[in-house]
T-cell receptor, first 113, second 114 residues
């Protein structure tokens, strides 16, 4: 079936370094790709999103890139800080579930001081 | 402040018991969603509602039921038919029916078996 694959499942970086998380999707008709940050015991919060008519979007230290041909999109966090430590989820609108959002399995990011 | 309120934060279920999780939003959003989150996994869609008095099954609806009698409320009942209910349950909403827009989440209810 249609799904979203997310890698890596865990990622540790030194404070100040960059972090990159990648997701691939299977439905070429997908048109919306959000990224969420989830802190322990809390609900996910949207940090950035991109639509299929755009290749890249940036918001301060966070950027998302989309490659529609290869069907993958990536989250880039630069100058990481300890407060960036959390679980990050990608998602895409897929044809399954009446084109509702399908989420990746998450990446636990740890920023080491 | 506008947002989504889920209650209770922790819930315990006895075998054979139905339990109901509350989700209320004051964002005036049209659509609401219920997700289940298991450790190390992504969010899986249980049910969603795009308009009052209407709802649709998601990927894992078996053993769950919902109602949408008011725009601001979308309670989820975990029935005794759900044999593995232990999980973190998240409620979300979107401004309109379209799926390709930001979802706003509550802070979840953690359900455990006694």
């Amino acid at each position: 079936g249609e799904n979203v694959e997310q890698h890596p499942s865990t990622l540790s970086v030194q404070e100040g370094d960059s972090a990159v998380i990648k997701c691939t999707y299977s439905d070429s008709a997908s048109n919306y790709f959000p990224w969420y940050k989830q802190e322990l015991g809390k609900g996910p919060q949207l940090i950035i999103d991109i639509r299929s008519n755009v290749g890249e979007k940036k918001d301060q230290r966070i950027a998302v890139t989309l490659n529609k041909t290869a069907k993958h999109f990536s989250l880039h966090i630069t100058e990481t800080q300890p407060e960036d430590s959390a679980v990050y989820f990608c998602a895409a609108t897929l044809s399954g579930s009446a084109r509702q959002l399908t989420f990746g399995s998450g990446t636990q990011l740890t920023v080491l001081p | 402040d506008g947002g989504i309120t889920q209650s209770p934060k922790y819930l315990f279920r006895k075998e054979g018991q139905n339990v109901t999780l509350s989700c209320e939003q004051n964002l005036n959003h049209d659509a609401m969603y219920w997700y289940r989150q298991d450790p190390g996994q992504g969010l899986r869609l249980i049910y969603y509602s795009q308009i009052v008095n209407d709802f649709q099954k998601g990927d894992i609806a078996e053993g769950y039921s919902v109602s949408r009698e008011k725009k601001e409320s979308f309670p989820l009942t975990v029935t005794s038919a759900q044999k593995n209910p232990t999980a973190f349950y998240l409620c979300a909403s979107t401004m309109t029916r379209a799926a390709n827009q930001p979802q706003h989440f509550g802070d979840g209810t953690r359900l455990s078996i006694l």
